[in-house]
C-alpha cells in the first residue's frame, strides 16, 4: 500500500514538473523582453519616478496623518461640545445671575453682545455710564491740549 | 561607456553608487538577459517578464550603497536574489488579482489537461503541456509554494541557494517545499 502512495506521490511529482516547466516562457520569448526597445529608459524612468515620490514623502503621508488625525479631532470636538453643552445650562441656572468667571470679569459682560464685555466689566465696577466715560475722554483732551 | 576596458561587476557597482550612470547602464546590459532568464521561469508573457527586469534593476539601484561583494560571483548571486524577490512580489500580486478568478477548468479542458498529463508523467521527453492550462492550474498556489517549487524543480537550486536566495532560513525551505509538492499533488490528482 505504501509503495503504490509512493509510486503515486512520483508520478504526481514528475507531472507537477512539467507544469511549472510548461509555465515558464520559451527561450525566444526571454530573448525577446530582454531586449526589448527602450527597457533601459524605462529603468530610469522608474527610479526618477522613486526618486520624486521618496523627496514628496510629505505630500503622501498626509492622507495617513489625517486618517489618524481625524478620530482625535472627533473626540476632542465632542468633549468641547459637551463642555459648552455644560457650562452653558449652568449659566441659566437662576444662582448663576451676576457671577465672576475670573480676572474680576462678570459673565454678563463677556456674554453681552451689543457691548465689549471689557468695557461693561469697567462701567459696573466702577459705576460710570456711558456718558461718564465719555466726559472724562474729552477733559482729558482739553487738558492735554492746553500743555 | 565600458565595453572596451571590461571593468568588473563591483567596480561597476562602486561607480554606479557614487552617481555613474554610464556604469549602472553598463551592469544593466551586462545582466539583463540574467535577470530575464529568472523572471521567465515565473512569466511567460515578454511583458511579465520586461516588468520584473524593470522592477529588479530599480530595487537594485537603491540598493547599491548596501552591495559589499568580495568575490565574482558575488554580484550575480546578489542580482539573482533582487530579482527572486521581484517575481515573488510580482507573484504575490498576480495572485490577488486572480483569486476572485480561481474558476474550475471547463470539461474539454479537464479532458485536454488530463490526457497531456497522462502522456507527460510517463513520458517526460515527449511531454507537452499547454501552457495556458498549465498557468491557470498554477494560480491555485500559493505565490510560495509556486517561488519554492520553480526554483527547487525547474531552475534546480539546492535548498540553501534557495535560503540564501529568498533569505529564509533552510528548515523554512525545506517545510515549505514539502507543503508546496503535497498542495501540487492535491491539485494534479484531479487530473492524472
Given amino acids: 500500500m505504501f509503495k503504490r502512495n509512493s509510486q503515486n506521490d512520483e508520478h504526481l511529482d514528475r507531472a507537477g514538473k512539467i507544469v511549472l516547466r510548461a509555465a515558464a516562457a520559451d527561450e525566444q520569448e526571454i530573448e525577446r523582453a530582454a531586449a526589448a526597445p527602450f527597457l533601459f529608459t524605462r529603468v530610469r524612468a522608474r527610479i526618477a519616478e522613486q526618486l520624486r515620490e521618496n523627496e514628496s514623502g510629505g505630500w503622501q503621508s498626509l492622507p495617513l496623518i489625517a486618517w489618524r488625525a481625524i478620530p482625535a479631532m472627533a473626540l476632542v470636538a465632542s468633549i468641547a461640545g459637551g463642555l459648552m453643552l455644560w457650562s452653558g445650562s449652568s449659566a441659566n441656572a437662576p444662582s448663576a445671575a451676576i457671577t465672576t468667571v475670573g480676572f474680576g470679569m462678570y459673565e454678563d459682560a463677556l456674554t453681552d453682545t451689543n457691548d465689549p464685555g471689557v468695557e461693561q466689566t469697567v462701567l459696573s465696577r466702577n459705576n460710570l455710564s456711558h456718558e461718564d466715560v465719555f466726559d472724562m475722554v474729552i477733559e482729558r483732551g482739553v487738558v492735554e491740549n492746553k500743555k | ?192
Fill in chain 2, 1 to 192: 561607456m565600458y565595453p572596451a576596458t571590461e571593468p568588473t561587476d563591483d567596480v561597476l557597482v562602486a561607480a554606479a553608487a557614487a552617481g555613474d550612470e554610464a556604469a549602472f547602464e553598463a551592469l544593466f546590459n551586462r545582466h539583463r538577459r540574467q535577470v530575464a532568464r529568472i523572471a521567465g521561469r515565473f512569466f511567460a508573457q515578454r511583458e511579465q517578464i520586461e516588468e520584473i527586469i524593470q522592477d529588479a534593476f530599480t530595487k537594485l539601484y537603491f540598493a547599491l550603497h548596501t552591495y559589499h561583494g568580495t568575490h565574482e560571483a558575488s554580484f550575480k548571486a546578489w542580482l539573482a536574489q533582487i530579482t527572486v524577490n521581484a517575481c515573488y512580489d510580482q507573484l504575490r500580486r498576480v495572485r490577488r488579482r486572480s483569486e476572485q478568478n480561481l474558476g474550475e477548468l471547463t470539461e474539454t479542458e479537464t479532458k485536454d489537461f488530463s490526457s497531456q498529463l497522462r502522456v507527460a508523467a510517463s513520458d517526460v521527453e515527449t511531454a507537452l503541456v499547454s501552457r495556458d492550462l498549465a498557468l491557470k492550474l498554477l494560480t491555485r498556489l500559493s505565490a510560495e509554494d509556486r517561488l519554492v517549487l520553480t526554483l527547487l524543480d525547474v531552475e534546480g537550486f539546492s535548498v540553501a541557494e534557495i535560503a540564501e536566495m529568498t533569505s529564509w532560513s533552510i528548515s523554512k525551505v525545506k517545510v515549505r517545499a514539502h507543503r508546496a509538492r503535497a498542495h501540487l499533488r492535491k491539485v494534479l490528482c484531479k487530473y492524472v
